[in-house]
C-alpha cells in the first residue's frame, strides 16, 4: 500500500522549499509546504480506509539499512490500530497547523526556512511512527529532535532562542543515551531490534529469567521517553523551547513530537509490563511530573508557558495511566490533548499575533470583546482541558484517572489534585486574557482566516473528540484492563476541575486584587513556583558549570596543555639540536628534499643490515 | 601490472609531473594536479567493482622482488579494508587541492607535488602486504606531511611540524626494530607468510616477545590514531597546517594508525591483543570523554575539531579492541565516516579562515546572515558529526557501541556519554560561529549593508518574542556565501554523508568480510548467539544473499 509516501511526501516539500525556497514566493512556499502534508493525509486515508481488518499488522518492507554480522537493520514500516491513531493525529493536526502557520508566519523573515523545517518534522514523525523496528524508530526519534532544535531556534538572531535550542537537543541527547543503551542490551539479549521478533520473544521468556534484563531494558527505554516527553527530571528544556514561533509549541512541543515518548512506551507495552518496577516508575515519574509542573503552572505569567507547563503536566498523566496499565488510555489522551492542547497554543498565538508580539498575561485583559473567535475557541480547549464533561479531555483524562486508582489509590487523589490545578491554571490565563480591562498597549485585531479556521476545527474537536472511540479502537491492541466504573471517582474529578475554575473565577475575575495579596502572603512559596524550584540553576551549578570549568582549568590546562606537553617539551628542549637541524630541511630546495628522503630511506636500509647480519 | 599498480603509482607519476612544469605557472600546475588527482580518482574507482563483494580475499595481488638481500618484496594486494581506505585517500586528494585554490599562494608547484607524493604514501600504506614496504610508505607519507605544516602552516608551524615529525617517528622507530626483529627470527617481511607461520604455529614467539612486539607496533600506531595521552601533536599539527593538510591529516592519516591496528597489531599478535585489550579500551574510553571535553573548552575552532577527532578516533580503538564483528565493522566504518565529516568540517574552517584570518570562535559570530549556504553546509556536517542518524557517523558509532555492549556493557555506558559531549561542543560552536547578530569587522563595517528587507531572516517578526526590527539579508564581501569552486569541493563529501548514512550496505559487506576473516584469526569465537530461546526462524527474515564470511 505504499506507506513510504506519507513520510516521503513532506520530505519532497522539504527538499523543495529548503532548497529552492529562497526563490519561490510565499504563495509557492505554502502550497507546497501544506500541500504535501495535505497529500500526505489523504494517504493515510486511504490507506486506512484499504485496511480492512487489522487483525495481523500491515509491514511493508524496503531495504537492508545495514547488516553486521547477525544484526540486520532493515528500513521497513508497519502498520497496526496504534499506529493509525498516531498517523491520523500527527497528519490531521499537522495539516491544520501548516494551514494555520501560513497565516501567523506571512510577515516573518525566514518563510521558507520555517516550512521547509515543518515538512521535514513531518518527515521524521511520520517516520517515528510508521518505524518496524527500533532502530528506525530512532532515526525518526532523533530527527524529530534535529527539527525541534531548529524551530526552537529558529530566531536565531536571539541568543535566548538558540540556546534554548540548543538545550532542547543536549538535554533530549541525555534520553536518547537511555534510549541507545536499551537498544544494545535488547540486541545482546534478542538478537534484533525488530518489534516483530522482539515482542514475540518477550512474550516467551519465562519470567524468572527475564524479569531483570527486561526491567533494564525498559528503564533504559523510559529514560529516552522522559527526554522527548519531557519527565523528570529531563522536563527542563520543554519550557525555554516555547522561543520557538507559536505553530512550533502547537504542532511539535505539544501535539505530536512530545508525545512520542508515550507513544514508544505503548508500542512496546509486552516489555513494560513484563516488569513491575518499570511500570511503578512509569506511574510515579508520571504522577510527579504532573504534580510538579502543575504548580508551577499556577503562577507563569508568559501565556506560553503556563501552556508548556501545562504540557508538561499532562504528558505526566499519560505516563500515569500508561503506568498504571492503561495504555489505551494513555493513547486517547494523546489524541484528545493533541486537539486541545493545540488549541491552546494556537489561540494563544493568535492573541499574540492580535496584541503584536505581546506574550505577559498582566498585559492582556478584556480581550473577550476584540478577539471573539479566538475567545471562543480558547474557551473550547480550556473546558476540555479542564475535564468538564462531556468535553474531550473529560474523557481521556477520567479514564486515567480510574485506572490509576484501580493501580493505587493515592495515585487517584494526586491526580485528581492536579485536575483541579489544571483547570485553574488554564482559567487563569483564560481570565486575565479574555476578562477585565485591556492592561496592554497595542491595537488588538482578529485574526486572518487562515488562521481561525483551524482553531474552530480543533475546537469542534476539543469539544467532541471524547466521543471518538478511540478507547474501543485500540481494545485489541493492548492487554485488557478489568472495568471498573465507579461513578463517585468520576465525580470527584469533575468537581475537583469545577473548583479550578470556581477558584480562579474568583481570584481573578470577582477579586482581581486577591491574587496578588496572596502572592504577597506567601511571598516565599511564590517565589519558588514563580523561579520553577530553581531546577535549571541547580542543574547549572551541580553539573553544567563544574563539567565545563573542569574540563577548562583541570583537563585542557592542567592536563593536556601543562602536564603532557610539558613532559613531550622537556624531552624535546633537550634534544633542540635535533630541532635546529630540522630546520635546515625548509631549505626550499626540492632536489634537497629528495635527497633527504633517500637518505633517511638509506639510514633504514642500513639499519637493517645490520640487524640482518645479527 | 595490476589495477592496483597503475593507480598506485599513478600519484607518484603525477608528482613527478608537476615536478616538471615551470615554477611560475602557478595557475597550470593547480590545474594540472586537479586533473591528475582526479584521473586517479577515476581509476580508484575501476577497483571497486572486483573488492566490493569479496572482500575478504586479497584482490589485484603482485608480489615481485624488490631488493634481494634482505628479503623485501613489493607485495600489494587488495581487501575490503585497503578498498574503501585508498577510495578515502584518492576521493580527499583532489578534494584537497580544491580547498587550496585560493588559500596556497606561495611555493604553489611544491605543494600540489607534495600533496600527490601524500596520495602516493599513503594509497601505498592501505595496500602494502610486505612489512618493510608498509614501513617505506608509512615514512614516505610523513615526509611531505611534514613539509605541508612546516612551510605553508600558520605562525607556530615550525613547533608544530617538528611535534609532530618527532611524535610519529618515535613510534615508527619502534616499529621498525619491531619489524627487523620478526624478520630475524622468520626470515620473511612478507605478512601473508608471516600471519600463515604464526597461526599455524610454526612461529612461535615467546609471551614476553610477543608482547613487547605488540607493544612495539602499537605505540606506532596508538600516537598515530592519536590515542589518549599520545595527542597532544594532532591539536598542534591541525591549527598550524594549511586546510589541505588538516584534511588530509584528519581525514586519510589518523587512519593509518588504526588501519594498522587492525591489519597487523591484532591478527599477528592475537593473544598480546587480547591480553592487553582492556587497558587499551579504557584509554580509548577516556579518550572519548576527555577529547570531547576538552573540545567543548576550545576558543579555537580548529583545535576543537582535532579533540573532537580525539575523541571520534578513541571510538574507533574502543572498536577494534572489542573483537567482535559489530565492533570492527563499526570501526571501520567510522574511519571512513570520521575521514568525511571531519575532513569538512576542516573545510569549512578552512572557509571561514579564508574570509576572516581567524580561527578563533569568538572572532565570528551571526554568520548565517550573510552566508547562508556556508552555514547550512556547516550545520549538515555539524550533524554528520555528532551522529544524527541517517547521516554517516550514526552507522559506525552505532555499531561500535552495540559491539563494545556486547563486549562488556560497562564499555557502552561509558563510551556513550561521548555523544552527549559531541552535540555539546559541536552545538555550541555552531552557535558561536554562525547563529547571533552578525557584526563585520570594522575594515567591513561600511561594506555591510542591509539589503533585500523581509527575505529572511532568524528574527522575531511582528509578534515574535523579541525586539521586533525589520529582518535583513545581510550582504558582507567580507563574508561572502559559498563559490561554486567550494561547493564543488564540498559537493561530494555532503553527499557522501547521506548516502554512508542511508545505503551502508553499499560499504559494509566488504568491510564485514575482511572484519570476519582478522577474527578468525584472532580466534575469538563469535559467543553472541542469541540466549533466549525464543527468536523468529530465519526464514522470517528476508531472503538475501547470506553474509559472506
Given amino acids: 500500500m505504499n506507506l513510504w509516501l506519507i513520510p516521503v511526501l513532506p520530505l519532497i516539500g522539504f527538499a523543495i522549499t529548503g532548497i529552492f525556497g529562497r526563490r519561490l514566493s510565499r504563495t509557492a512556499v505554502s502550497a507546497i509546504a501544506v500541500g504535501s502534508v495535505f497529500l500526505s493525509f489523504v494517504w493515510v486515508l486511504r490507506v486506512l480506509a484499504g485496511m480492512s481488518t487489522f487483525e495481523a499488522p500491515y509491514v511493508e518492507r524496503y531495504f537492508t539499512w545495514f547488516r553486521s554480522g547477525d544484526l540486520s537493520i532493515d528500513v521497513s514500516f508497519g502498520l497496526d490500530r496504534l499506529t493509525a491513531v498516531m498517523l491520523l493525529v500527527v497528519t490531521g493536526v499537522g495539516l491544520l497547523i501548516h494551514l494555520y502557520a501560513t497565516g501567523y508566519m506571512a510577515h516573518e523573515g525566514g518563510y521558507y526556512r520555517f516550512f521547509a523545517f515543518l515538512n521535514l518534522f513531518m518527515f521524521f514523525m511520520l517516520v517515528l511512527v510508521l518505524a518496524n523496528n527500533f532502530l528506525l524508530m530512532f532515526v525518526g526519534w532523533e530527527g524529530v529532535g534535529l527539527c525541534s532544535y531548529l524551530l526552537i531556534g529558529f530566531y536565531f538572531l536571539e541568543k535566548f532562542a538558540t540556546t534554548a535550542g540548543n538545550k532542547a537537543f543536549i538535554v533530549n541527547r541525555i534520553g536518547d543515551f537511555g534510549f541507545s543503551l536499551g537498544m544494545f542490551l535488547m540486541v545482546i539479549t534478542f538478537g534484533s531490534l525488530s518489534f516483530d521478533t522482539v515482542f514475540p520473544a518477550v512474550e516467551k521468556m519465562p519470567p524468572e529469567t527475564g524479569a531483570g534484563i527486561l526491567t533494564a531494558i525498559s528503564l533504559l527505554l523510559f529514560v529516552g521517553a522522559t527526554g522527548k516527553s519531557a519527565q523528570i527530571p529531563l522536563y527542563v528544556w520543554l519550557p525555554d523551547a516555547m522561543a520557538g514561533p507559536t505553530p512550533v509549541s502547537a504542532l511539535i512541543h505539544a501535539a505530536t513530537m512530545v508525545t512520542a515518548g508515550v507513544y514508544m512506551v505503548a508500542r512496546c507495552w509486552t516489555l513494560f509490563t513484563h516488569s513491575q518496577v518499570t511500570m511503578e516508575v512509569v506511574a510515579i515519574i508520571g504522577l510527579a511530573t504532573a504534580v510538579l509542573s502543575a504548580t508551577i503552572g499556577l503562577v507563569q505569567n508568559d501565556i506560553k508557558k503556563v501552556f508548556a507547563y501545562s504540557t508538561v503536566s499532562q504528558l505526566g498523566y499519560m505516563f500515569l495511566g500508561l503506568g498504571s496499565g492503561a495504555f489505551a488510555a494513555g493513547v486517547f489522551h494523546i489524541v484528545t490533548h493533541a486537539f486541545f492542547k493545540a488549541l491552546l497554543f494556537l489561540g494563544a498565538g493568535s492573541v499574540i499575533h492580535a496584541l503584536a508580539g505581546e506574550q505577559d498575561l498582566q498585559r492582556m485583559g478584556g480581550l473577550r470583546k476584540h478577539i471573539p473567535i479566538t475567545f471562543w475557541t480558547l474557551l473550547a480547549a480550556a473546558v476540555a482541558i479542564a475535564g468538564v464533561p462531556p468535553f474531550s479531555g473529560f474523557h481521556s483524562k477520567d479514564a486515567i484517572l480510574i485506572a490509576a486508582h484501580h493501580h493505587a489509590p493515592w495515585m487517584y487523589w494526586v491526580g485528581v489534585a492536579t485536575a483541579a490545578m489544571t483547570a485553574f491554571y488554564v482559567f487563569r490565563a483564560i481570565f486575565l486574557a479574555f476578562f477585565g480591562e485591556y492592561r496592554g498597549t497595542a491595537h488588538p485585531h482578529e485574526s486572518p482566516p487562515a488562521m481561525w479556521a483551524p482553531l474552530a476545527v480543533l475546537a469542534f474537536l476539543s469539544l467532541a473528540g471524547g466521543y471518538i472511540p478511540v478507547l474501543e479502537f485500540l481494545e485489541p491492541v493492548f492487554p485488557h484492563m478489568e472495568e471498573e466504573h465507579d461513578i463517585l471517582l468520576v465525580m470527584f474529578s469533575v468537581m475537583a476541575g469545577l473548583a479550578g475554575i470556581a477558584l480562579a473565577y474568583f481570584m481573578y475575575v470577582l477579586r482581581p486584587g486577591f491574587a496578588g495579596a496572596l502572592a504577597a502572603r506567601f511571598a516565599g512559596a511564590y517565589r519558588l513556583l514563580y523561579n520553577k524550584y530553581f531546577v535549571d540553576e541547580i542543574y547549572a551549578a551541580a553539573i553544567v558549570d563544574p563539567v565545563v570549568q573542569g574540563s577548562r582549568s583541570i583537563l585542557w590546562r592542567g592536563f593536556d596543555v601543562h602536564l603532557i606537553d610539558g613532559i613531550v617539551n622537556g624531552i624535546g628542549h633537550r634534544s633542540h639540536n635535533i630541532g635546529a637541524l630540522m630546520r635546515m630541511w625548509q631549505s626550499g630546495n626540492i632536489r634537497s628534499y629528495a635527497a633527504w628522503v633517500v637518505l633517511g630511506s638509506l639510514i633504514v636500509i642500513i639499519a637493517l643490515g645490520f640487524g640482518g647480519l645479527r | ?549
Wanted: hydrophobic share 55%; proline share 5%.
Fill in chain 2, 1 to 549: 601490472m595490476t589495477l592496483l599498480d597503475v593507480v598506485m603509482f599513478a600519484p607518484a607519476l603525477a608528482f613527478a609531473l608537476i615536478l616538471l612544469l615551470p615554477a611560475a605557472a602557478h595557475d597550470i600546475i593547480r590545474k594540472a594536479a586537479l586533473a591528475l588527482s582526479l584521473i586517479v580518482f577515476l581509476l580508484s574507482l575501476a577497483l571497486v567493482p572486483a573488492v566490493w563483494q569479496a572482500g575478504s580475499s586479497y584482490h589485484f595481488e603482485a608480489d615481485v622482488q624488490w631488493i634481494h638481500y634482505p628479503n623485501i618484496r613489493y607485495h600489494v594486494g587488495m581487501d575490503g579494508l585497503g578498498l574503501w581506505l585508498v577510495m578515502l585517500s584518492t576521493l580527499l586528494t583532489p578534494v584537497g587541492i580544491l580547498v587550496s585554490w585560493r588559500h596556497i599562494d606561495r611555493r604553489v608547484k611544491e605543494f600540489y607535488a607534495f600533496l600527490l607524493l601524500l596520495e602516493f604514501g599513503l594509497i601505498g600504506v592501505f595496500v602494502s602486504l610486505d612489512l618493510f614496504l608498509f614501513y617505506v610508505f608509512w615514512e614516505v607519507s610523513l615526509v611531505p606531511m611534514y613539509f605541508l605544516i612546516g612551510i605553508w602552516g600558520h605562525e607556530r608551524r615550525i613547533y608544530a611540524a617538528v611535534k609532530f615529525f618527532l611524535y610519529t617517528m618515535a613510534g615508527s622507530v619502534l616499529m621498525l626494530a619491531a619489524i627487523i626483529y620478526l624478520y630475524n627470527k622468520s626470515g620473511t617481511f612478507d605478512y601473508l607468510v608471516l600471519q600463515e607461520l604464526i597461526s599455524s604455529g610454526r612461529l612461535i614467539l615467546g609471551h614476553l616477545e610477543q608482547t613487547l612486539l605488540f607493544l612495539a607496533f602499537f605505540f606506532a600506531f596508538a600516537i598515530k590514531v592519536p590515542l589518549f595521552p599520545l595527542h597532544t601533536w594532532l591539536p598542534d599539527a591541525h591549527v598550524e597546517a594549511p586546510t589541505a593538510g588538516s584534511v588530509m591529516l584528519a581525514s586519510v592519516m589518523l587512519k593509518m594508525g588504526t588501519y594498522g591496528l587492525l591489519r597487523f597489531c591484532l591478527p599477528l599478535f592475537p593473544e598480546a591483543s587480547r591480553e592487553n585489550a582492556p587497558w587499551i579500551v579504557v584509554l580509548a574510553i577516556v579518550g572519548i570523554i576527555y577529547g570531547a571535553l576538552v573540545a567543548m573548552v576550545q576558543p579555537n575552532m580548529k583545535k576543537l575539531v582535532a579533540y573532537s577527532s580525539v575523541s571520534h578516533l578513541g571510538f574507533v580503538v574502543l572498536g577494534l579492541f572489542s573483537f567482535n564483528q559489530n565492533a570492527l565493522d563499526g570501526a571501520v566504518y567510522q574511519m571512513l565516516s570520521h575521514g568525511i565529516s571531519t575532513g569538512a568540517l576542516f573545510m569549512l574552517v578552512g572557509y571561514l579562515y579564508e574570509r576572516r584570518h581567524s580561527l578563533e570562535i569568538a572572532a565570528y559570530g551571526g554568520v548565517a546572515s550573510p552566508a547562508p549556504w556556508l552555514s547550512s553546509v556547516f550545520l549538515i556536517t555539524t550533524l554528520a558529526s555528532i551522529g544524527l542518524p541517517t547521516l554517516n557517523n550514526f552507522v559506525g558509532e552505532f555499531l561500535v557501541l552495540q559491539g563494545a555492549a556486547r563486549a562488556n556493557f560497562t564499555w557502552a555506558v561509558f563510551a556513550a556519554t561521548g555523544v552527549i559531549l559531541s552535540a555539546c561542543y559541536m552545538l555550541w560552536l555552531y552557535q558561536r560561529v554562525f547563529l547571533g547578530r552578525y557584526a563585520a569587522p570594522a575594515a567591513h563595517a561600511e561594506a555591510a549593508e542591509a539589503h533585500d528587507p523581509g527575505a529572511d531572516h532568524g528574527h522575531p517578526g511582528p509578534h515574535g518574542p523579541g525586539p521586533g526590527e525589520a529582518a535583513n539579508r545581510l550582504h558582507d564581501p567580507g563574508m561572502p556565501d559559498l563559490s561554486i569552486r567550494e561547493w564543488a569541493a564540498m559537493l561530494p563529501l555532503l553527499i557522501l554523508m547521506v548516502w554512508m548514512g542511508t545505503a551502508a550496505q553499499t560499504f559494509l559487506p566488504a568491510i564485514g568480510a575482511s572484519n570476519a576473516r582478522t577474527l578468525e584469526t584472532l580466534g575469538v569465537q563469535e559467543e553472541y548467539r542469541v540466549k533466549t530461546p525464543a527468536r523468529a526462524p530465519s526464514a522470517a527474515l528476508p531472503q538475501e544473499v547470506a553474509h559472506a564470511r
